[in-house]
């Protein structure tokens, strides 16, 4: 079964970046589209970033301007670079990617900022 593998996770000091990346540990065709979620405890899990096929990108009003979504070289590779990271930004990042009827999440990276 094909699984997401997330990296690049870490803690980070307020202002600091990170970039993770997420590739899935098989093939998977004709991915639509390819997004990060992040969730904190007590929270629901919510949408970060997402980016289509046609490369069409969408973002939270709360990273709109720090954080970037790209697909990699790399055939169905994503990354997030985030930037001017705050400690609100702390939570369980996972990586998303949808060929529909189908969906695969990843397991998550912890991305922490210490104010």
């Known amino acids: 079964q094909v699984q997401l593998v997330e990296s690049g996770g870490g803690l980070v000091k307020s202002g600091g970046s990170l970039r993770l990346s997420c590739a899935p540990s098989?093939?998977?065709?004709?991915?639509?589209?390819m997004a990060w979620h992040r969730q904190v405890p007590g929270k629901q899990r919510e949408l970060v970033a997402r980016?289509?096929?046609?490369?069409?990108?969408y973002y939270a009003d709360s990273v709109k301007g720090r954080f970037t979504i790209s697909r990699g070289n790399a055939k169905n590779t994503v990354y997030l670079q985030m930037n001017s990271l705050k400690a609100e930004d702390t939570a369980v990042y996972y990586c998303?990617?949808?060929?529909?009827?189908?969906?695969?999440w990843g397991r998550g990276t912890q991305v922490t900022v210490s104010s």
């Open positions: 998303f990617m949808e060929n529909p009827p189908y969906a695969y």
């Open positions: 098989g093939s998977i065709f004709s991915i639509n589209t």
């Open positions: 980016i289509t096929s046609g490369s069409s990108t």
